[in-house]
């Protein structure tokens, strides 16, 4: 069970386990996921595909050679989590997770973290460079050899306009060969109804959300080299035969770019 920060207010990390069948939540969070669900199940499928490329994705890296991640915004521990899902094609992966969650952080380092191979920080997107000096991920990752950065389902909890600068920092501080996989909620099949409805139930958590058009979201990921199919609904990305995840979730949208020159 988790030691809650303050169980009395949702957190889009617990609303997130919620929407994945997980157990790591509250009243309060549950209430949340109930109102996202009210209508329809659009918010849980959006999670629950998000959930599935990501472990795809994470996949498909793993297989083009890639043996060290960096994840922001890992999230609470999901079955399986993004380490084993990699080390079933790079056994001696070495991942790094970072969340601004307290409560995820102190989960993630009792539960998963493992001497000199999985490790766990507590770290704000917003802050980029503290994550690439922090002294336990320069300790894990060698950033002279290709690392997978991991942007999954985090960037619409960035509201300002540095997204892209934040994005700059930390692709020029990866070697060549590094990949970025990111997800991101897209605005272009919401109604303004809907888009409304999910903004005012995350401006309850500590991480607000602001979807983004698929325009906008494009220009984040501006000058990556696309991998086949390119920046799409999570859902239709290398979807697999017997896929567990929902194959149609068009408010989230997804891409695995590699970093040549940045
Ligand atoms: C929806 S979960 C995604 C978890 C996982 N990446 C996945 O896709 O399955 C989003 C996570 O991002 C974290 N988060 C939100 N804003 C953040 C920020 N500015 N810096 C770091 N983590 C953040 C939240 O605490 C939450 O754990």
Not at 72 to 95: D, F, K, Y
Not at 154 to 160: D, K
Request: proline share 8%; glycine share 6%.
């Amino acid at each position: 069970m988790i030691t809650p920060t303050d169980a009395s207010k949702p957190s889009s990390a617990r609303i997130y386990d919620y929407m994945l069948g997980g157990e790591e939540w509250f009243g309060a969070d549950e209430a949340a996921a109930k109102i996202l669900m009210a209508d329809d199940t659009w918010v849980r499928d959006a999670c629950r595909a998000n959930r599935g490329f990501l472990l795809r994705a994470a996949r498909e890296v793993a297989t083009l050679g890639v043996t060290q991640f960096l994840e922001i915004g890992c999230g609470l521990p999901t079955r399986p989590n993004v380490h084993e899902t990699v080390r079933s094609v790079q056994p001696a992966a070495r991942v790094a997770y970072v969340d601004n969650d307290p409560t995820v952080v102190t989960h993630n380092q009792a539960n998963v973290d493992e001497p000199g191979a999985v490790v766990t920080i507590e770290a704000d997107l917003n802050q980029p460079h503290d994550i690439l000096n922090n002294p336990e991920i320069r300790g894990l990752l060698d950033f002279t050899r290709p690392i997978a950065l991991i942007l999954v389902g985090v960037w619409h909890f960035l509201p300002g306009p540095d997204t892209r600068k934040i994005m700059d920092v930390l692709c020029d501080a990866l070697a060549p060969g590094s990949y970025v996989v990111l997800t991101h909620a897209c605005s272009d099949a919401m109604t303004e109804a809907k888009k409304a409805a999910g903004q005012a139930v995350y401006r309850q958590t500590s991480n607000p959300a602001h979807p983004r058009t698929t325009a906008e979201i494009s220009l984040l990921i501006d000058g990556l080299e696309l991998l086949s199919p390119g920046l799409v609904p999570v859902a239709k990305w290398n979807s697999i035969d017997n896929d567990p995840y929902p194959q149609d979730a068009p408010a989230v949208i997804g891409a695995v770019g590699m970093i040549s020159q940045y």
